[in-house]
T-cell receptor, first 113, second 113 residues
């Protein structure tokens, strides 16, 4: 079974600073996908960034980037130039074969002005 | 609004009653997923459809739960004889073709009293 662990229940960062959210996962698969989803308070979940396991290059989406370490089964999210709108729950997720997605317990990020 | 929609947004029911939720995916999205999210946790996969076929069901989906997608468009999730442990947010997501990105709806929050 695949498990996803987010070891930081809560984090905070000052506006304009950089923060890194951690995620580790456990799988015996070689091909899979990893995701970071954002769930703002009382709003629906949206995709922040995704990474295909077969790609060595780390994914980047504007201020969001990942550090994907396949051998270590680690997938951290770096948010640069944090903005107040980044305040949300962040979920790391794992998926294989394009079916069920397994989520971590989430990290509650607060961006302070 | 062309996103995933769910109805109702909130449902309060008494233990033992049956409830039904509806999900309308993004138009032309052939895959549809149901998840359950309890407070402080990440979403847990329940089941998914490709068109009208239910291809995978989690062990979390007990005999009291049933999901349908009769015409490959909207889907319903029914819970019979609700229990207090069923209280959660029920999320629906959809995806297109072989794409891995899932688009989430706002969820239906169920409270069983």
């Amino acid at each position: 079974a695949q498990t996803v662990t987010q070891s930081q229940p809560e984090m905070s960062v000052q506006e304009a600073e950089t923060v890194t959210l951690s995620c580790t996962y456990d799988t015996s698969e070689n091909n899979y996908y990893l995701f970071w989803y954002k769930q703002p308070p009382s709003r629906q979940m949206i995709l922040v960034i995704r990474q295909e396991a077969y790609k060595q290059q780390n994914a980047t989406e504007n201020r969001f980037s990942v550090n994907f370490q396949k051998a270590a089964k680690s997938f951290s999210l770096k948010i640069s130039d944090s903005q107040l709108g980044d305040t949300a729950m962040y979920f790391c997720a794992f998926m294989k074969h394009n079916n069920d997605m397994r989520f971590g317990a989430g990290t509650r990020l607060t961006v302070k002005p | 609004d062309t996103g995933v929609s769910q109805d109702p947004r909130h449902k309060i029911t008494k233990r033992g009653q049956n409830v039904t939720f509806r999900c309308d995916p993004i138009s032309e999205h052939n895959r549809l997923y149901w998840y359950r999210q309890t407070l402080g946790q990440g979403p847990e996969f329940l089941t998914y459809f490709q068109n009208e076929a239910q291809l995978e069901k989690s062990r979390l989906l007990s005999d009291r739960f049933s999901a349908e997608r009769p015409k490959g468009s909207f889907s319903t999730l029914e819970i019979q004889r609700t229990e207090q442990g069923d209280s959660a947010m029920y999320l629906c997501a959809s995806s297109f073709g072989t794409g891995v990105e899932q688009y989430f709806g706002p969820g239906t929050r169920l409270t069983v009293t």
